[in-house]
């Protein structure tokens, strides 16, 4: 069925609280300055450091001391669009519309490296539906919350206190708990590929399987809150990760079919990537960057299964909330 495009409003630029957790000594001087730059009325924005070690405390008790009903969340390495706050607000103030967000992109002055983790991450064969929060994907539409990104999404504050907020057991990934009930509760969302945000990738390979990881596990933890049909699809890298596995035992020919389909599937989708973002030199790296992700995800998932065996606590650290002038 062919998804509801919507139009543009004429912005008034209503007050908007921006809301940018950050570690206690974590940098800021960044997304301040692209803060600076968007064409917004400066006097129109409030803006909410939040230092601390839990993201998702952090964003509930900003929330609580925002002035606004409109918030825009982003992170400490958010570089905004000059547009993206005009983008958001022409679209938060329809009826039932709880949240609006776009993609964050990866920075052009990133290298080579990182460019291509950004290509297996905006690809479907990479992240399937999520891979809007990682590209700019078609046009404005109703959207569920797999395209959505926390770094760059705009909440209204009346729906987002109503629901209780974030989940603060939930990291990463809180915002698609949150996301799940409201949906369930009537509300929708609104995907905008021009609401644009850019950060740096990850700088090594290690750090980039790491943060694969670190989704299938916060992923495996959604799936003990709000289960749907659609969530299965998460599980396939786990099942793939099985399967490499039971090559040890099992080598008959029949048996290595799925192989061949994966690395015909593999190289299909690498020379698709490189084509899209007209860069040839990335086609031998992402041949090997689109397994280490499904591998690192499956992994991921399966310690996010082991994690709820083992006995956990929620731990609340010290929040600090500063507030921010861009004039």
Known sequence: MKQKEFSQEKIMFPNVSIIIPVKPKGEIEKVIQSLKKVAYPKDKIEVLIVRGNQPSRQRNKAVKLAKNEILYFLDNDSMVDKNALNQAVSYINRKDVAAVGGPALTL??????????????????????????????????????????????????????????????????????????????????????????????????????????????????????????????????????????????????????PTFIYLFLNLLFSFEAAFQNKNWVSLPLLLFLFPLEHISYGLGTFWGMIKKILPSKVRKSKVIIERKRLV
């Not at 760059?152 to 987002?160: E, G, P, T, V, W």
């Not at 495996?220 to 786990?238: A, E, G, K, N």
Request: one cysteine or more.
């Open 108 to 257: 052009p002055s990133d290298s080579l490296l990182q460019k291509s983790f950004g290509y297996v991450l905006g690809s479907s064969f990479g992240t399937s539906e999520t891979r809007h929060r990682f590209r700019s994907v078609g046009k404005v539409i109703k959207a569920k919350g797999d395209k959505l990104i926390l770094c760059n999404l705009c909440f209204k504050k009346s729906i987002f206190l109503k629901a209780g907020g974030l989940n603060e057991a939930l990291y990463p990934n809180e915002e698609n708990e949150l996301l799940k009930r409201l949906n369930a509760r009537g509300y929708y969302f609104i995907y905008n590929p021009k609401m644009i945000i850019y950060r740096s990738q990850r700088a090594t390979l290690f750090a980039f399987a790491r943060q694969i990881f670190r989704y299938g596990s916060g992923r495996m933890d959604h799936f003990f809150y709000l289960l749907s049909v659609s969530d299965l699809v998460f599980l396939i890298p786990l099942f793939f990760c099985f399967y490499l596995i039971s090559l040890i035992f099992w080598s008959n020919f029949y048996y290595l079919v």
